[in-house]
Nanobody, 121 residues
Framework: QVQVVESGGGLVQAGGSLRLSCAASGSIFSINDMGWYRQAPGKQREFVAVITSGGTTNYADSVKGRFIISRDNAKNTVALQMNSLKPEDTAVYFC???????????????WGQGTQVTVSL
């Protein structure tokens, strides 16, 4: 089994910061990309940020310069530091990881259950 679990969401005022964490665990052989997506009420899930196993990062234009994604390959974790938060950042944030399980011959994407981030005025 493989699990991906997020933590760190909450309520913050506009201009504030939050740090999300995500840990992958279980029968893991290797992990390729790890990333974050978000889904606001009534909207489709959208890409936020991704980091490769080698540390290359990519961000959505809406968060560039405010959010920082990082990972610890030894611990199978990824984090999202969110600064200068805006009300429009309010959403459920999902962690996503391209994992090659030990019991499979190929990798696939696993999703966490999501964590709520609410930014108030």
């Amino acid at each position: 089994q493989v699990q991906v679990v997020e933590s760190g969401g909450g309520l913050v005022q506009a201009g504030g910061s939050l740090r999300l964490s995500c840990a992958a665990s279980g029968s893991i052989f290797s992990i390729n990309d790890m990333g974050w997506y978000r889904q606001a009420p009534g909207k489709q899930r959208e890409f936020v940020a991704v980091i490769t196993s080698g540390g290359t990062t990519n961000y959505a234009d809406s968060v560039k310069g405010r959010f920082i994604i990082s990972r610890d390959n030894a611990k199978n974790t990824v984090a999202l530091q969110m600064n200068s938060l805006k009300p429009e950042d309010t959403a459920v944030y999902f962690c996503n990881a391209d994992i090659h399980p030990t019991f499979s011959g190929y990798s696939r994407y696993f999703w966490g259950q999501g964590t709520q981030v609410t930014v108030s005025l």
